[in-house]
């Protein structure tokens, strides 16, 4: 279960990302980064073990990364970095926010081109941290 702390501090954290990302198209390093110190620090703190963290980590972050490298320009590392964010702060439940993230990032962009929804997703750019945002949100109510 995701600490009040740890939620309160994860919607801050992807309020300033989705504000970034969506003025932007970048995600700060104080964000990611800073924001996964703190997160995994009152993880620990609430009782979550660190082989747990780890994994969610892992769960999180790799496919992004493996995704990330095989098409440059598809995904940035701030993208990559920002699934640790909803791992951290919401464990396993963190990875049903980031399923979520792309389920509705893929609505809205078939939802703009509805006769070609293959094409659409193809030569999408979309902002990624919003639609986080968003799955976190529904992920921590689910919870919470």
């Given at each position: 279960?995701?600490?009040?702390?740890?939620?309160?501090?994860?919607?801050?954290?992807?309020?300033?990302?989705?504000?970034?990302?969506?003025?932007?198209?970048?995600?700060?390093?104080?964000?990611?980064?800073?924001?996964?110190?703190?997160?995994?620090?009152?993880?620990?703190?609430?009782?979550?073990?660190?082989?747990?963290?780890?994994?969610?980590?892992?769960?999180?972050?790799?496919?992004?990364?493996?995704?990330?490298?095989?098409?440059?320009?598809?995904?940035?590392?701030?993208?990559?970095?920002?699934?640790?964010?909803?791992?951290?702060?919401?464990?396993?439940?963190?990875?049903?926010?980031?399923?979520?993230?792309?389920?509705?990032?893929?609505?809205?962009?078939?939802?703009?081109?509805?006769?070609?929804?293959?094409?659409?997703?193809?030569?999408?750019?979309?902002?990624?941290?919003?639609?986080?945002?968003?799955?976190?949100a529904v992920a921590a109510a689910l919870v919470g």
């Amino acid at each position: 279960m995701a600490s009040p702390p740890a939620v309160c501090l994860l919607i801050v954290l992807l309020a300033w990302a989705a504000a970034s990302d969506l003025r932007t198209r970048t995600i700060p390093n104080a964000c990611t980064v800073g924001g996964a110190v703190v997160l995994g620090a009152l993880s620990l703190a609430g009782g979550a073990g660190p082989v747990a963290l780890a994994g969610a980590l892992a769960m999180a972050c790799v496919p992004m990364a493996v995704a990330s490298l095989l098409r440059p320009g598809a995904l940035g590392g701030g993208d990559v970095k920002l699934a640790a964010l909803p791992a951290l702060a919401l464990g396993p439940a963190g990875l049903v926010a980031l399923l979520l993230a792309f389920a509705s990032a893929v609505a809205w962009t078939v939802a703009g081109n509805p006769r070609r929804p293959v094409a659409a997703i193809r030569g999408a750019v979309v902002p990624l941290a919003p639609f986080v945002a968003f799955g976190s949100a529904v992920a921590a109510a689910l919870v919470g």
